[in-house]
């Protein structure tokens, strides 16, 4: 057992015990003759007494020694000796959100017992759920981010500082060359296009960094904003002077939360280098003010940048949130192997409130009328096709809300067979139709939409793939219900 849990587990019984005897800190110094500082500092797990202090405590307090000094919690403690042990709370990053672990251990243990039977309960769902490390991590990285309105002034001062200390304009697209000399000449890198790809069980890696000989493998077949991309973020770690990092791009597994969260600091340094902020202002300014939607004008804007789609579409959840004011967003990635049922959504971001569609993790199909599924489906079949675009209104069954959502797919770039869409939507609010001035209704495609077949009331949907199995359930319930509730009520 460490030493630490040992400590926490002994000030909290003292507490328990202290609070069943009624007994405030200064009666229970007053009581053994201990002074209430010390006591304080046992019960908030920082200091562990000396056994003839354990004897005094045990003998005023009228407990077994043996009680005392027992790692064995009782029922109502119980569920928090289960979050000591997983240490659960040694992987939350509970400063990230302004947090310290000694309060929060505080608040739990003086919650009630169906507040602790609560806690229990989501300790057994993650279990049950095989809720990963990884998972868990990128959880608290989403909230962190969406706490935020994913824009981090500090990293946009550090870029725009970095481009004036290597005079790199910001008004011209980057390319890879630019980037590559200041990491060999300036950060010693050597640059290796030739062995990562040679082994062929890592044809799904773009990159490996080896610190100890500054040298950076590259897959040698990434195109242009591939490779300008990884230079970007190989530059944030170092200009960051970013240590605890990751060495792979994509990431195989995160060790911990700083991994995570230098990882996403990094990814967003090298997208604010990339797409410079106030040039992509100016530019969606221009195009806001359009009376009339022109798509050609949006693809102008992403090819003016050295970026993929999604690193274009992820840097919007940057820039509308802050100096547009539309905060009501979701972005979307899906990916798809060609020819089976299932879409997966690989990634997502809710901007102040958790918007429609959200993760399913019932394994449920997601409605194929979504503009992110019907993208990649436009794709695969029109093979001559690089990419596809699509955008529409999306109209919530059973709610008021509406989403003009922009969505764009391609192939995905590290798998074979695997194509992705990734999307972008912004709740219709009166806010958002006056500062697009091209938003006319009549010029987009406007579809009911669901959630998941299985829980869509959609009649006669040609895009149903399933059931609505939940629905259906509930329908049948309800139904049975109200049969006993007759029942009950031809006897009284």
């Not at 109209?395 to 990734?422: G, M, Q």
């Not at 010029?443 to 009331?457: D, L, P, Q, S, Y």
Request: glycine share 2%.
């Amino acid at each position: 057992m460490e030493e630490e849990y040992i400590r926490l587990v002994f000030g909290l019984k003292l507490k328990q015990i202290r609070n069943d005897k009624n007994l405030s800190l200064f009666g229970l110094a007053k009581l053994t003759g201990l002074s209430k500082s010390y006591l304080n500092e046992i019960e908030k797990g920082k200091k562990y007494p000396k056994t003839d202090k354990i004897v005094i405590l045990s003998e005023k307090l009228e407990v077994p020694y043996d009680h005392l000094v027992s790692l064995k919690l009782d029922k109502n403690l119980a569920p928090i000796g289960e979050i000591l042990q997983s240490k659960i709370l040694k992987e939350i990053p509970l400063d990230l959100f302004g947090i310290q672990e000694n309060n929060l251990i505080d608040i739990i243990a003086n919650a009630p017992a169906k507040v602790n039977a609560f806690i229990s309960t989501i300790i057994k769902i993650a279990q049950n759920y095989n809720l990963t490390r990884e998972s868990f991590f990128l959880a608290a990285l989403r909230s962190y981010q969406e706490a935020h309105n994913n824009y981090f002034e500090d990293i946009e001062s550090k870029v725009i500082e970095f481009a004036k200390a290597y005079h790199i304009r910001l008004d011209k697209p980057i390319n890879s060359k630019d980037l590559e000399d200041i990491l060999v000449e300036e950060y010693g890198y050597t640059i290796n296009t030739e062995e990562l790809s040679q082994h062929q069980k890592l044809s799904e890696l773009r990159n490996i960094f080896i610190p100890k000989t500054k040298t950076l493998l590259l897959y040698n077949d990434i195109n242009e904003a591939q490779k300008t991309f990884i230079y970007a973020k190989e530059l944030a770690y170092n200009y960051l002077e970013i240590e605890n990092r990751l060495y792979t791009f994509p990431w195989i597994k995160f060790e911990s939360f700083d991994q995570v969260l230098n990882n996403f600091i990094a990814s967003y340094f090298a997208g604010a280098l990339i797409i410079p902020k106030d040039d992509l202002i100016q530019k969606l300014t221009q195009l806001f003010s359009l009376q009339t939607w022109q798509p050609l004008q949006l693809h102008k804007i992403i090819r003016s940048y050295n970026c993929s789609d999604e690193t274009f579409y992820q840097r919007l959840t940057n820039i509308l949130p802050r100096h547009f004011n539309i905060k009501n967003l979701f972005f979307l990635r899906f990916t798809h192997k060609e020819n089976s049922p299932l879409f997966r959504l690989s990634k997502e971001l809710h901007i102040t409130q958790q918007q429609s569609p959200h993760a399913n993790r019932n394994n449920e199909h997601y409605c194929r009328r979504w503009i992110a599924i019907k993208t990649i489906q436009d794709l695969e079949t029109s093979k001559e096709k690089k990419s596809a675009y699509g955008i529409q209104i999306s109209s919530y069954e059973n709610s008021d809300n509406e989403y003009l959502v922009l969505s764009a797919a391609t192939a995905d770039p590290f798998k074979e067979n695997i194509n992705r869409s990734v999307s972008i939507g912004m709740l219709l609010s009166p806010h958002l139709k006056r500062k697009l001035e091209f938003f006319n209704e009549d010029t987009f495609t406007k579809r009911i939409v669901g959630i998941t077949c299985e829980t869509c009331a959609v009649q006669n949907c040609k895009e149903r793939v399933a059931e609505p199995s939940v629905l259906i359930k509930q329908s049948r319930n309800k139904e049975i219900e109200k049969i006993v509730e007759n029942i009950i009520q031809s006897h009284t």
